[in-house]
């Protein structure tokens, strides 16, 4: 298959970003270039890409570990669902309220931490994330209050999730694109496993020391990654630039006046994430399709137990040891995105100029996951019968699963590869603030739909929603350098280079 060519490349970023922006993020990036055009930054050692290997694989180690925290986070408490209700005398969907207002959080925390990274660096973000959040979360495994847990893990999640935006730009400070696919792989494998670790964990520490050890244990982790973030280093090109400036007492650009600082700070974080996410069709429709598998994914924190303990009569333990399905699921989709980067987009950079392959090469396996999604729901919703063995339905949360990281990674690849500079971490915060939205509501009404629809309707349903959306990667890879020619959230590299070539040729 073959990428459609672009046909018009219409390029009203810079006009667009100037008006509307005004002149401080102009002058932000200005100054970058100013000061990178003093030195021989391609050469320089202190640029990431320029890096020792073994010091780049500690920074995608170092953000896989800090990744996984917020991730684990999410799920962990979900088998303490019992224990909530009988200490703080709630009902069944209230008690769900600390899992849904966590998962929110993680999807507002990036809308201020990934504009926040491009403004102060990624280390910084990262530090101040992770310590912020172990105090919350501190204070959750402490508090005697249902408000105080809800109010706590809300700020808990919102401290942590710009750990889970900025890292995908802190990967494309440090591996160029024809290199960014393993390495983008294996990075998100590691947090994708906390939806299915967290349950498996969370169930065996809440049946034998109680809810109040799920955050000691993200305590734990925790500071496991504040000991790896002491040793890592900054990875944004604009700010490693402006320190080197300063060490080689060469004149660095004004800084611009604080009260443009603050408003496009507001309009960067706030604005350009929301009004991509409504007004970008690359970036609206893939968060749509990215939100929805994300909200099934955490639809399964209630249906598992809820499927299991009522047909197969599970106990906490043996329910929380279903989801390692989700973590097979995960592994087996890792080994699919190396195998498509590896025989699918390598092969493909040959045919382009260095560093200007199309990104809709990155799509090969989320088309390929696409037909994961929706029979692993169909086979889990009809096999969960008495008369069949529960390995069955087990067994069909993996191809969910792996269809789902295989769509994840290859989207979040798209994105990368689309968006740069500044743009790439809105494009992820607003990645972000949908699927986490989706995420923390699809568990309010899951029971309900179990229980109204009966198991085999309610898992088809989200079968046949996943039917309707499945085609939005295909339909990226035939016309997605058409769409991405028309946005005005910034063209990619292959449309300037084209819109050059065009250009020198007229």
């Given at each position: 298959?073959?990428?459609?060519?672009?046909?018009?490349?219409?390029?009203?970023?810079?006009?667009?970003?100037?008006?509307?922006?005004?002149?401080a993020?102009?002058?932000?990036?200005?100054?970058g270039?100013?000061?990178?055009?003093t030195?021989?930054?391609?050469?320089?050692?202190?640029?990431?890409?320029?890096?020792?290997?073994g010091?780049?694989?500690?920074h995608?180690?170092?953000?896989?570990?800090?990744?996984?925290l917020?991730?684990?986070?999410?799920?962990i408490g979900?088998?303490?669902?019992a224990?909530?209700?009988?200490?703080?005398?709630?009902?069944?969907?209230v008690?769900?309220?600390?899992?849904?207002?966590?998962?929110?959080?993680?999807g507002?925390?990036?809308v201020?931490?990934?504009?926040?990274?491009?403004?102060?660096?990624?280390?910084?973000?990262?530090?101040?994330?992770?310590?912020?959040?172990a105090?919350?979360?501190?204070?959750?495994?402490?508090?005697?209050?249902f408000?105080g847990?809800?109010?706590?893990?809300?700020?808990?999640?919102?401290?942590?999730?710009?750990?889970?935006?900025v890292?995908?730009?802190?990967i494309?400070?440090v591996f160029l694109p024809?290199?960014?696919g393993?390495?983008?792989a294996?990075?998100?494998?590691?947090?994708?496993?906390?939806?299915?670790?967290?349950?498996?964990?969370?169930?065996?520490?809440?049946?034998?020391?109680?809810?109040r050890?799920?955050?000691w244990?993200?305590?734990?982790?925790?500071?496991?990654s504040?000991v790896?973030?002491?040793?890592?280093?900054?990875?944004f090109?604009?700010?490693?630039r402006?320190?080197?400036a300063?060490?080689?007492?060469q004149?660095?650009?004004?800084?611009?006046?604080?009260?443009?600082?603050i408003?496009?700070?507001?309009?960067?974080?706030?604005v350009?994430?929301?009004?991509?996410?409504?007004?970008?069709?690359?970036?609206?429709?893939?968060?749509?399709?990215?939100a929805?598998?994300?909200?099934?994914l955490?639809?399964?924190f209630?249906?598992?137990?809820?499927?299991?303990?009522?047909?197969y009569?599970?106990?906490?333990?043996?329910?929380?040891?279903v989801?390692v399905?989700?973590?097979?699921g995960?592994?087996?989709?890792?080994?699919?995105?190396?195998?498509?980067?590896?025989?699918?987009?390598?092969?493909?950079?040959?045919?382009?100029p260095?560093?200007?392959?199309p990104?809709?090469?990155?799509?090969?396996?989320?088309?390929i996951g696409?037909i994961?999604?929706?029979?692993?729901l169909?086979?889990?919703?009809?096999?969960?019968?008495?008369?069949i063995?529960?390995?069955?339905?087990a067994a069909?949360?993996?191809?969910?699963?792996?269809?789902?990281i295989?769509?994840f990674?290859?989207?979040?690849?798209?994105l990368?590869?689309t968006?740069?500079?500044?743009?790439?971490?809105?494009?992820?915060?607003?990645?972000?603030l949908?699927?986490?939205?989706?995420?923390?509501?699809?568990p309010?009404?899951?029971?309900?739909?179990?229980?109204?629809?009966?198991?085999n309707w309610?898992g088809?349903?989200?079968?046949?929603?996943s039917?309707?959306?499945?085609?939005?990667?295909?339909?990226?890879?035939?016309?997605?350098?058409?769409?991405?020619?028309r946005?005005?959230?910034?063209?990619s590299?292959?449309s300037?280079?084209m819109?050059n070539?065009?250009?020198?040729?007229?």
């Amino acid at each position: 298959m073959d990428v459609a060519p672009e046909e018009r490349v219409v390029d009203h970023d810079a006009r667009r970003r100037d008006a509307e922006l005004g002149t401080a993020e102009k002058s932000a990036q200005d100054s970058g270039n100013e000061v990178g055009d003093t030195m021989d930054w391609d050469d320089e050692p202190r640029n990431p890409r320029n890096w020792p290997v073994g010091q780049k694989f500690f920074h995608v180690g170092m953000l896989s570990s800090t990744a996984l925290l917020p991730s684990i986070g999410t799920s962990i408490g979900s088998p303490a669902h019992a224990q909530f209700m009988s200490e703080f005398h709630v009902g069944s969907t209230v008690a769900i309220l600390p899992l849904t207002l966590y998962v929110l959080a993680l999807g507002f925390g990036p809308v201020v931490g990934g504009p926040l990274s491009e403004t102060v660096g990624r280390r910084p973000v990262y530090i101040g994330s992770v310590a912020a959040g172990a105090l919350f979360t501190l204070g959750a495994g402490f508090t005697h209050s249902f408000a105080g847990l809800c109010v706590l893990r809300f700020l808990a999640g919102f401290c942590w999730g710009p750990i889970l935006a900025v890292a995908s730009g802190s990967i494309s400070d440090v591996f160029l694109p024809a290199h960014r696919g393993p390495v983008s792989a294996f990075f998100v494998l590691v947090p994708f496993l906390g939806p299915g670790l967290g349950p498996v964990i969370g169930s065996f520490v809440v049946n034998r020391k109680g809810w109040r050890w799920t955050q000691w244990t993200l305590l734990f982790l925790a500071l496991l990654s504040l000991v790896m973030l002491l040793f890592a280093g900054e990875t944004f090109h604009p700010t490693i630039r402006r320190r080197l400036a300063k060490v080689h007492r060469q004149q660095l650009p004004p800084s611009p006046p604080w009260r443009e600082t603050i408003r496009t700070f507001v309009i960067v974080s706030l604005v350009r994430p929301c009004r991509m996410l409504l007004f970008d069709p690359v970036v609206g429709f893939i968060c749509l399709y990215v939100a929805v598998d994300f909200g099934t994914l955490f639809s399964f924190f209630a249906a598992v137990p809820y499927t299991f303990g009522r047909v197969y009569r599970f106990s906490l333990e043996q329910s929380g040891l279903v989801f390692v399905s989700i973590t097979i699921g995960c592994m087996l989709g890792l080994l699919t995105v190396l195998l498509c980067d590896l025989f699918l987009y390598r092969r493909q950079v040959p045919r382009y100029p260095p560093h200007k392959v199309p990104p809709e090469h990155r799509l090969y396996p989320a088309m390929i996951g696409s037909i994961g999604l929706p029979c692993g729901l169909f086979w889990f919703a009809w096999t969960a019968r008495s008369d069949i063995s529960w390995a069955s339905p087990a067994a069909g949360i993996v191809p969910f699963a792996w269809g789902n990281i295989c769509v994840f990674v290859s989207t979040i690849q798209y994105l990368t590869d689309t968006y740069h500079g500044t743009v790439v971490a809105s494009a992820s915060s607003a990645n972000s603030l949908a699927r986490y939205g989706f995420a923390g509501v699809f568990p309010l009404f899951t029971i309900q739909m179990f229980e109204t629809l009966g198991i085999n309707w309610a898992g088809s349903l989200l079968g046949f929603v996943s039917i309707a959306l499945m085609p939005i990667p295909w339909v990226l890879f035939r016309y997605g350098a058409r769409i991405r020619a028309r946005s005005d959230s910034g063209p990619s590299q292959e449309s300037r280079w084209m819109l050059n070539q065009r250009a020198g040729s007229a």
